[in-house]
């Protein structure tokens, strides 16, 4: 089993930043983020493997970053630039490097709301 710890999130305007942070309670292969908006499929934002490897959705490229602490089992998502339509829980997720390609999930966290006033 493992467990992810996520914090950050809240609130901001448009064009404001923010970083989410997810613990994860052991190493494992890959981790990323998932969102999901209110009457919206959940889909990846953006995803790590424990090479580097990276993989963002094409509507953040270029406004947010992953990056990972492999030695503290840590995620970071910084989100820049941000507009409503990123309005959304996010959830950190955890599982084979096949997270980036939205599949491959063995954990999920407990979710944390992502608000973008305009």
């Known amino acids: 089993q493992v467990q992810l710890v996520e914090s950050g999130g809240g609130s901001v305007q448009a064009g404001g930043s923010l970083r989410l942070s997810c613990a994860a309670s052991?190493?494992?292969?890959?981790m990323g983020w998932f969102r999901q908006a209110p009457g919206k499929q959940r889909e990846l934002v953006a995803a790590?493997?424990?090479?580097?490897?990276?993989k963002y959705a094409d509507s953040v490229k270029g406004r947010f970053t992953i990056s990972r602490d492999n030695a503290k089992n840590i995620v970071y998502l910084e989100m820049n630039n941000l507009e409503p339509e990123d309005t959304a829980i996010y959830y950190c997720?955890?599982?084979?490097?096949?997270?980036?390609?939205?599949?491959?999930?063995?954990?999920w966290g407990q979710g944390t709301q992502v608000t973008v006033s305009s």
């Open positions: 997720a955890a599982g084979s490097y096949f997270i980036l390609h939205g599949r491959g999930v063995d954990y």
């Open positions: 052991r190493s494992i292969d890959a």
């Open positions: 790590i493997s424990s090479g580097n490897g990276m």
